[in-house]
Structure formats: C-alpha cells, structure tokens
C-alpha cells in the first residue's frame, strides 16, 4: 500500500471515528493536554459507546508492523493475536492464523479491543478524589511524584502507628500475564515487601485445585485439541460456548467423528443441541450424582477391574460411601430420574475413551472441593487415565505451569512461605499453623477483611490497594464490600483503565496499560500453550504496567532491594529459565529470547498421567486415591461425603421456606469479568435476564419482560428483566442470571453479587457463589 493510499485510508478512518482515537494518543503522549476528555471524574465508565466504531478495515490494506500478542483475559483462550501498527497507532487486531487453537478471530469481545485502547473514557494520568467517596465521585489530575508521594506518606504512617498489615492487596484476575498479574507477582512484590497482609486469592478454582491432588497427587489435564477423537465428550457443569468459544470447534469434531456428548447442568447449554444426553442436575448436588453413578458401575461390573487394581487404592471404601447412593435417592436428591442416572452411567462405561471437561462453577459452592473430588472418580474407575491423549478430565492445565514462579512473585523471600495462586492451601488450620509470616488474608471473606468481622473481628484494616481486580462487582457480600470500601478510616488505592465502581471509592487512582502496552509471558489454562505478549504501542498518557507501579511505589518507600530495579526481561528469563537453563517440558531449549522469536510454543503431545502408570502416582500410597489418609488427617472424610450447599433445600430448610429459590450465576459470553461492559459495541449486545421456570413465575405474579427484584437477607438485586422459559431450558426453583455487571452502568442498580454469600468452600477456602437461596417479585 502507497503512503498517498494509507492517507487517504487514514482520511476515511478519521470520517469514521479513527482518529478521535489517534488525536487522544498523540496529545495524550505529547503531554499537552491536562485531562483525557472523560478524566474529570464526570465520566460514567461507560466506554467509548460508539464513537470509535467501524475502524477497523481489511488486514491486506495497510502495511504496518505486526506485533504478535496475547489476549490476557482471565479466560480459558488466551488467544494469540496480531496487531497491526501503521505510524505507531494500532489500526488493527486479529487472531494468529497459525495457531491451531485460536486461529481465525479473538472473539467479539476481542474484536473490539481497539475501542477498549483508545476508548476516550480510559483513564491516562493518577488522580485523586476530590469530595465524597462513592457513586458520582470526583476526581482530579495530580502527577505521579504528588500520587506516590501520598501513597507512601499514608503507607509509612499506617505502618507506624497501626502495623502494616493494616493495608490490604485486593487483586485477582484483570490480566493473567504471570508477571503482570495472576494473583502472585505485579504490585504484590511491592505490598509484601512493605508488610501488607498476604492475601489468598482463592476466589475462582481454589477447591478443585486443592481436591484433584488428594485423588491423582498431580494434575494432568486433557488437551482440548484432543476432544475430536475422543469417544464420548462430557460437559459437566461448563458451557464452553460462553467461556470457551475456540474449543467449541473440537467439540463439533468429536460429533463429526461419531462421538457422544452428555450435558450435565440445571441450564440448557447450547451443547444441549449436540447431546445424546442432557441431565437437568439439582446445582449443588454433584456428588451424589457422581456417587449414583458409581454405584452402578461397581454393582454391574462396569468398571475396569484390571486398572482399579493395579492403579488405585481404597475401592472397597469408595464402594461403601457409592452404596448409599441407591438411584432412588440420587433421584430425590439431585431431581433427576433413576432412568437419566443410568443411562448416563452405561453411556461412560461404554465408551472406550472420555473426557469429562468439569466447568469451575462446579467448585464455587460450599462442598465445590468435594464435588470435584467425586467427579475424579470416575475416569480411574474406567481406566480413562493414562491410556489415551483422548482421556481423562479436565479442570485447569495448573499441572503443567512448570514455571519458576517464586523467582518472581518472591513470596518465599518476601511472605515467608510460597503459594501458587493459594489453591494448595486445603484450609485455615494450615494457614494458622504457621507457614506466613503475617497476618493471612482470604479473598472469598473480603466482606469480612473490609469490615473487621467475622474471623477478622480485632484485625484492623487501614488501607486497600485494588489493581488487577473489581472487588465492587465481582466479590461476593456486596453490600458489605461497598460498606468498606465507604470507610471514611480506609485508604483506597484503585489501579485501573477504568473509572469503575470500585474507582469511586478510591482517594487515589493510578493509570494502568493494557495488553497493546505491556510485556508479558501468559500461559494457558485450558490449551497447552506458553505464550509471549510483546508491546506493539507506547502507553498512552502516564499509564504504568503493573510492574513499573510497583518498583515506583517502592522506590517512593525508599526500597533499595535490587528487584524493584528488574523489568520484564529479567523477569520473564527468571521464570521460563530460572537458574537451570531451558524448562523441559515445553520442548528443547525454552528460553525467553526463543518464546519472544516463536511467540508462543505448545507443550509437546503426551499422554497425560502415562508416566504414572510407569512409575507410580504422585499420592502417599503412589496409587491413585480413592480412600486418602492425607485427607482424613486434615479432618475430612477419606473418601468423600455428601455435605448439602450451605444454602439449599436439604442444606439449610428453613431458609429455604423463606427463599424457595436456587440463584445459579453463570458466565457471559460478551463479558470477561466485568471487562467490556463499558464498551458501548459489547453493552449493546450483553442481556441482563433472570431466567425463570415458567412455573415459579406465574406463582409470583411475572411476565416475561418484567422487570424484577431478586433478593434475600444480603440485598436486592435490582438490574434484571425476567426471561419466562420452560422445562427445556431450566429446572424449576433454579433462577440463573449473568455475573459482572456494573452498578454505574445500570444506574446505580445492584448486580447479583449483592445477593451471593461470603461463604468458604470445603477445601481450598475457594468461594461460594453457588450457596445462594433468593426469591424473586415483580419490580
Ligand atoms: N456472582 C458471581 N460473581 C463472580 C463469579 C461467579 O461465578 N458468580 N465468578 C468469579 C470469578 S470465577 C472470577 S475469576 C472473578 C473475577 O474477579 P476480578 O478479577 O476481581 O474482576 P474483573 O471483573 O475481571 O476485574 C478486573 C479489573 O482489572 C482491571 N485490569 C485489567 N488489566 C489490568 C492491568 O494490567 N493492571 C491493572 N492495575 N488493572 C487491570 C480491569 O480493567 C478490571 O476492572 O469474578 C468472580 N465473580
Ligand atoms: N466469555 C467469558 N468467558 C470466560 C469468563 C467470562 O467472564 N466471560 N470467565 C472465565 C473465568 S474467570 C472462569 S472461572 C470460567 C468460568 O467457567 P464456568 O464456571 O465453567 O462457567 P459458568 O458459565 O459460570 O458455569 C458453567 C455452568 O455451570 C452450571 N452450573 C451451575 N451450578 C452447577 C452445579 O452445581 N452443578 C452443575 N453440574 N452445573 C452447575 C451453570 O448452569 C453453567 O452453565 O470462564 C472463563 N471464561
Ligand atoms: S476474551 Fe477470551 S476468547 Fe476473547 S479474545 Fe480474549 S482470550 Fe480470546
Ligand atoms: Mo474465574
């Protein structure tokens, strides 16, 4: 392309909206202008609603540099993508046509991460607030000498006159870039250096991480890209086509190839289209599905004999524990039929090879560990382990992050102890044993941590450092969240693009970069795939990567330590490499400067679990564990047991005589998180509906299109229109709407996150959005 065509390309851009987007990214970069156009605390977050739209133009077009990066959402993709850079402007994005995971396209949020990056509402310089705290606050520019100035002042002070564990991290899961963010490095490195509370960020997988060990000893999952050649494919408690939308292809191979799927889920999935079986579960009631399930192939012979007896331990137990689950009760229990539970059971043992993909609301739930752990058993008791690429379950590829973590989230040197993400941590009693030197904070109870309650009742908390994370909207018992952060004592500091319902209670918000901005390295969760993320633009005004905000911030506390003067290079060669070479396991010689020039590299082809059936199982006993001392020792039954949802018909009656109903949160295809919802082109698309079985709602008195109130003794969830369906699409007393929308954009409306529970799971101390009793009335 001529430069004469690219100018005139560039005149139809800015006819389009374009260069609203360029203007802000030059003057924003010369420093001339005081304020992006929406800094003035005025802004409503709410995206670029159209303005930028239609941008985007035919990647043949211009020449331009392309730069090869990662979506870093928390989300199961981690889709590689190209940017496209003409004059230092992005101009456009779109998958890497060589990966065989994501090739073709981000999906629609993806695709729109142009407007994200020079959307005019982006926050570029630190502000502070001006006036009250809370919806509506107002803030003003400051520099960032005059931001880290009063950070640290107030950090130096807190630490002096209360201890610095006063000050709290809230951080989860805004990129999951391993250096960036993902729960353990970022401004972490800076909080723990300074003394603030080690925070577990046990709010998404935290149970299921800590049960599969206890079965297996390690985690091996199966690779997506191998659902084609699998015989039977089973959704238990996921729905792919929102959280997924890249292994939805694989799955489509698996029917092509005569394959059979089987959907387990109160909600109709679109999969449900494809399935051979659709089983309408009680949510909460897994595991005695699992058990029912069990039972039946130990009763009928269906199981594989050989394998149990070479590999496993403890059947006898398992077989005692799987007898009370007679499909009778199972039927009661679960509200399915006796006939569902055996067709379901024959369809597994039939198979020659399956893959159950169990989706992570399974484990958000007060007995979530024990439902994964009873799930677990199932592909041992078939022999589906080690026997084939195209067996076995799927969870979250953690058994494969082979990476030298400690060497940059510096826990061990910093926290005394290290952890991974928190997941390994089964409960408080081995916190409380003693392996932090702090005092330990729990993401799933941040109600609690905000407020001094609960079982932090006498622990003060002065100060909250949000980043990488939107507690307002997406942490449970919000209410109390909100009551917290409105602390007149509490200092907020929020990092953030965006000026979110969390921001607005911030004293001091700092500007992060986002993906077009910023080196990482990423690994998938779902895939096989280690990835880099290379910058492709400067940032725009004065935003910092979370790393340069942490080595400012502690340069500002005066640390001296030579970690605040690494960058992403040194780090990233630390993780991949760490002090013994290349890491094996993604194939010969991984080293950072090789991933930069691959850009992503998939972990070689193996069997997972194959080396195991060689050499033994990573447990105790080296077997697979059906009956686990180490599990008894920590006070819980050795096989499994049948807890009820803390909040649930048969959990807790009473309280279900007063809120008859089930509030299932699920996943919105068009947001991640609560990212993209100020995005005017994705807003348009996002629906807030409270799905009702036509049954409970003509009791009440709704229609569909109604608008509603879902509420319980935590709140009132205010934003929802009723969606009337039938049996088809969900069980009746099940209501199930979206998770992640913000108040601000709804006018100040709750989301559903004011209604769910601080309640810890069984293992992992992961949280418990599913143990959650509402009734519902017509707005
Ligand atoms: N009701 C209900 N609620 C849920 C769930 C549920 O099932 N039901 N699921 C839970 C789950 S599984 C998860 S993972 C959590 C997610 O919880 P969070 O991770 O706390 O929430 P997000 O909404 O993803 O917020 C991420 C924020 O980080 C910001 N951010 C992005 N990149 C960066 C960066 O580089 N630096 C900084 N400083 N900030 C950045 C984004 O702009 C965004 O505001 O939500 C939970 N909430
Ligand atoms: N588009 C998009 N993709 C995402 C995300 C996003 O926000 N948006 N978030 C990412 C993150 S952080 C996560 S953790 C994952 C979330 O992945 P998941 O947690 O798997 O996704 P959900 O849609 O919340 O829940 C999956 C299904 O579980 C069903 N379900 C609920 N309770 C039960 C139960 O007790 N038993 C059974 N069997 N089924 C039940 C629901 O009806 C739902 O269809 O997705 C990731 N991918
Ligand atoms: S949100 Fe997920 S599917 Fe969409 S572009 Fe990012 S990684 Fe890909
Ligand atoms: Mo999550």
Same mark, same amino acid.
Request: with cysteine; proline share 5%.
């Given at each position: 392309?001529?430069?004469?065509?690219?100018?005139?390309?560039?005149?139809?851009?800015?006819?389009?909206?374009?260069?609203?987007?360029?203007?802000?990214?030059?003057?924003?970069?010369?420093?001339?202008?005081?304020?992006?156009?929406?800094?003035?605390?005025?802004?409503?977050?709410?995206?670029?609603?159209?303005?930028?739209?239609?941008?985007?133009?035919?990647?043949?077009?211009?020449?331009?540099?392309?730069?090869?990066?990662?979506?870093?959402?928390?989300?199961? *993709?981690?889709?590689?993508?190209?940017?496209?850079?003409?004059? @230092?402007?992005?101009?456009?994005?779109?998958?890497?046509?060589?990966?065989?995971?994501? $090739?073709?396209?981000?999906?629609?949020?993806?695709?729109?991460?142009?407007?994200?990056?020079?959307?005019?509402?982006?926050?570029?310089?630190?502000?502070?607030?001006?006036?009250?705290?809370?919806?509506?606050?107002?803030?003003?520019?400051?520099?960032?000498?005059?931001?880290?100035?009063?950070?640290?002042?107030?950090?130096?002070?807190?630490?002096?006159?209360?201890?610095?564990?006063?000050?709290?991290?809230?951080?989860?899961?805004?990129?999951?870039?391993?250096?960036?963010?993902?729960?353990?490095?970022?401004? #972490?490195?800076? #909080?723990?250096?300074?003394?603030?509370?080690?925070?577990?960020?046990?709010? +998404?997988?935290?149970?299921?991480?800590?049960? #599969?060990?206890?079965?297996?000893?390690?985690? +091996?999952?199966?690779?997506?890209?191998?659902?084609?050649?699998?015989?039977?494919?089973?959704?238990?408690?996921?729905?792919?086509?929102?959280?997924?939308?890249?292994?939805?292809?694989?799955?489509?191979?698996?029917?092509?190839?005569?394959?059979?799927?089987?959907?387990?889920?109160? =909600?109709?999935?679109?999969?449900?289209?494809?399935?051979?079986?659709?089983?309408?579960?009680?949510?909460?009631?897994?595991?005695?599905?699992?058990?029912?399930?069990?039972?039946?192939?130990?009763?009928?012979?269906?199981?594989?004999?050989?394998?149990?007896?070479?590999?496993?331990?403890?059947?006898?137990?398992?077989?005692?524990?799987? *007898?009370?689950?007679?499909?009778?009760?199972?039927?009661?229990? +679960?509200?399915?039929?006796?006939?569902?539970?055996?067709?379901?059971?024959?369809?597994?043992?039939? %198979?020659?090879?399956?893959?159950? =993909?169990?989706?992570?609301?399974?484990?958000?739930?007060?007995?979530?560990?024990?439902?994964?752990?009873?799930?677990?058993?199932?592909?041992?008791?078939?022999?589906?382990?080690?026997?084939? !690429?195209?067996?076995?379950?799927?969870?979250?590829?953690?058994?494969?992050? !082979?990476?030298?973590?400690?060497?940059?989230?510096?826990?061990?040197?910093?926290?005394?102890?290290?952890?991974?993400?928190?997941?390994?941590?089964?409960?408080?009693?081995?916190?409380?044993?003693? $392996?932090?030197?702090?005092?330990?904070?729990?993401?799933?109870?941040?109600?609690? &941590?905000?407020?001094?309650?609960?079982?932090?009742?006498?622990?003060?908390?002065?100060?909250?450092?949000?980043?990488?994370?939107?507690?307002?909207?997406?942490?449970?018992?919000?209410?109390?969240?909100?009551?917290?952060?409105?602390?007149?004592?509490?200092?907020?500091?929020?990092?953030?693009?965006?000026?979110?319902?969390? $921001?607005?209670?911030?004293?001091?918000?700092?500007?992060?970069?986002?993906?077009?901005?910023?080196?990482?390295?990423?690994?998938?969760?779902?895939?096989?795939?280690?990835?880099?993320?290379?910058? !492709?633009?400067?940032?725009?005004?004065?935003?910092?990567?979370?790393?340069?905000?942490?080595?400012?911030?502690?340069?500002?506390?005066?640390?001296?330590?030579?970690?605040?003067?690494?960058?992403?290079?040194?780090? %990233?060669?630390?993780?991949? /490499?760490?002090?013994? @070479?290349?890491?094996?396991?993604?194939?010969?010689?991984?080293?950072?400067?090789?991933?930069?020039?691959?850009?992503?590299?998939?972990?070689?082809?193996?069997?997972?679990?194959?080396?195991?059936? /060689?050499?033994?199982?990573?447990?105790?006993?080296?077997?697979?564990?059906?009956?686990?001392?180490?599990?008894?020792?920590?006070?819980?039954?050795?096989?499994?047991?049948?807890?009820?949802?803390?909040?649930?018909?048969?959990?807790?009656?009473?309280?279900?005589?007063?809120?008859?109903?089930?509030?299932?949160?699920?996943?919105?295809?068009?947001?991640?998180?609560?990212?993209?919802?100020?995005?005017?082109?994705?807003?348009?698309?996002?629906?807030?509906? #409270?799905?009702?079985?036509?049954?409970?709602?003509?009791?009440?008195?709704?229609?569909?299109?109604?608008?509603?109130?879902?509420?319980?003794?935590?709140?009132? +969830?205010?934003?929802?229109?009723?969606?009337?369906?039938?049996?088809?699409?969900?069980?009746?007393?099940?209501?199930? $709407?979206?998770?992640?929308?913000?108040?601000?954009?709804?006018?100040?409306?709750?989301?559903?996150?004011?209604?769910?529970?601080?309640?810890?799971?069984?293992?992992?101390?992961?949280?418990?959005?599913?143990?959650?009793?509402? *009734? &519902?009335?017509?707005?």
């Amino acid at each position: 392309m001529s430069k004469s065509e690219l100018v005139k390309t560039k005149e139809e851009l800015s006819r389009r909206g374009f260069l609203r987007g360029l203007a802000l990214t030059t003057v924003a970069a010369s420093g001339l202008t005081s304020c992006a156009p929406s800094c003035d605390g005025g802004s409503t977050g709410a995206g670029d609603a159209g303005s930028t739209a239609g941008y985007q133009y035919d990647w043949e077009i211009a020449e331009g540099e392309i730069v090869h990066g990662v979506c870093p959402k928390n989300c199961y *993709d981690t889709c590689r993508i190209c940017t496209k850079i003409v004059d @230092g402007v992005a101009v456009q994005i779109r998958g890497d046509q060589t990966n065989p995971y994501t $090739a073709g396209s981000p999906c629609v949020k993806g695709q729109t991460y142009l407007d994200y990056h020079y959307s005019e509402d982006r926050i570029l310089y630190p502000m502070k607030r001006v006036g009250a705290k809370g919806p509506g606050a107002q803030f003003e520019r400051i520099s960032w000498d005059e931001a880290l100035k009063t950070i640290s002042t107030r950090f130096k002070d807190i630490s002096d006159t209360v201890g610095a564990e006063a000050i709290v991290p809230y951080t989860f899961s805004g990129t999951f870039g391993l250096i960036q963010g993902c729960f353990f490095s970022g401004v #972490l490195r800076f #909080l723990y250096k300074l003394g603030a509370a080690a925070l577990m960020p046990n709010m +998404c997988e935290a149970a299921g991480i800590a049960a #599969l060990p206890f079965t297996y000893g390690k985690q +091996c999952d199966v690779d997506p890209e191998q659902y084609g050649n699998t015989d039977l494919f089973v959704s238990w408690g996921s729905n792919l086509s929102a959280t997924s939308v890249h292994s939805v292809k694989f799955v489509a191979e698996c029917k092509k190839n005569g394959g059979k799927i089987a959907v387990i889920n109160p =909600m109709r999935i679109p999969l449900c289209e494809w399935a051979d079986l659709w089983v309408k579960i009680r949510p909460g009631t897994d595991t005695p599905f699992a058990l029912g399930a069990i039972k039946i192939l130990l009763d009928e012979g269906m199981y594989d004999k050989k394998f149990v007896e070479k590999h496993c331990m403890g059947l006898d137990e398992l077989a005692a524990v799987a *007898d009370e689950w007679p499909a009778s009760r199972v039927a009661e229990v +679960c509200n399915v039929t006796a006939d569902e539970l055996e067709r379901f059971a024959h369809m597994y043992a039939d %198979a020659e090879t399956a893959i159950i =993909m169990m989706g992570m609301q399974v484990n958000r739930d007060s007995n979530g560990g024990s439902k994964i752990r009873a799930i677990s058993f199932l592909p041992a008791l078939t022999g589906n382990i080690g026997k084939s !690429a195209a067996a076995g379950f799927q969870w979250l590829t953690a058994g494969y992050w !082979a990476l030298n973590f400690d060497n940059v989230c510096l826990s061990t040197k910093l926290l005394g102890a290290f952890t991974p993400g928190g997941g390994y941590v089964v409960n408080w009693n081995q916190i409380n044993a003693g $392996a932090y030197n702090r005092r330990v904070i729990n993401i799933a109870d941040y109600a609690d &941590v905000l407020n001094e309650t609960g079982r932090y009742a006498g622990q003060p908390t002065r100060a909250v450092f949000v980043y990488n994370g939107n507690p307002l909207v997406s942490v449970p018992d919000n209410a109390r969240i909100r009551e917290g952060l409105a602390r007149e004592d509490v200092f907020v500091v929020v990092s953030d693009k965006w000026h979110t319902d969390t $921001a607005d209670y911030a004293d001091i918000i700092l500007p992060c970069t986002d993906l077009l901005e910023t080196e990482d390295i990423h690994q998938d969760y779902h895939g096989w795939y280690l990835n880099h993320n290379a910058p !492709a633009v400067e940032p725009l005004g004065e935003a910092k990567t979370n790393i340069e905000m942490a080595n400012a911030l502690a340069h500002a506390m005066g640390y001296d330590d030579d970690f605040f003067d690494e960058g992403v290079p040194e780090m %990233a060669k630390a993780l991949i /490499e760490g002090t013994e @070479g290349a890491n094996p396991i993604y194939g010969p010689d991984m080293t950072y400067e090789n991933l930069k020039k691959e850009h992503w590299r998939k972990i070689p082809a193996f069997v997972p679990y194959a080396d195991c059936l /060689e050499s033994g199982f990573p447990t105790p006993s080296g077997k697979i564990e059906f009956y686990s001392q180490s599990l008894k020792d920590l006070g819980y039954h050795p096989v499994v047991e049948y807890v009820p949802s803390a909040e649930s018909f048969d959990g807790s009656p009473e309280l279900f005589k007063k809120y008859p109903l089930k509030l299932v949160s699920s996943t919105s295809k068009d947001l991640c998180g609560s990212n993209w919802h100020n995005i005017g082109k994705i807003r348009a698309i996002h629906h807030q509906h #409270l799905y009702i079985h036509e049954r409970d709602a003509s009791v009440r008195g709704i229609a569909d299109g109604d608008s509603v109130e879902v509420f319980n003794d935590r709140g009132v +969830c205010d934003s929802l229109t009723a969606l009337v369906v039938d049996d088809d699409v969900i069980l009746e007393g099940t209501v199930l $709407a979206l998770k992640s929308t913000w108040p601000k954009l709804m006018d100040g409306r709750n989301n559903i996150n004011v209604l769910t529970p601080g309640y810890t799971a069984d293992l992992g101390m992961g949280t418990s959005f599913q143990a959650n009793l509402v *009734d &519902v009335r017509k707005a």
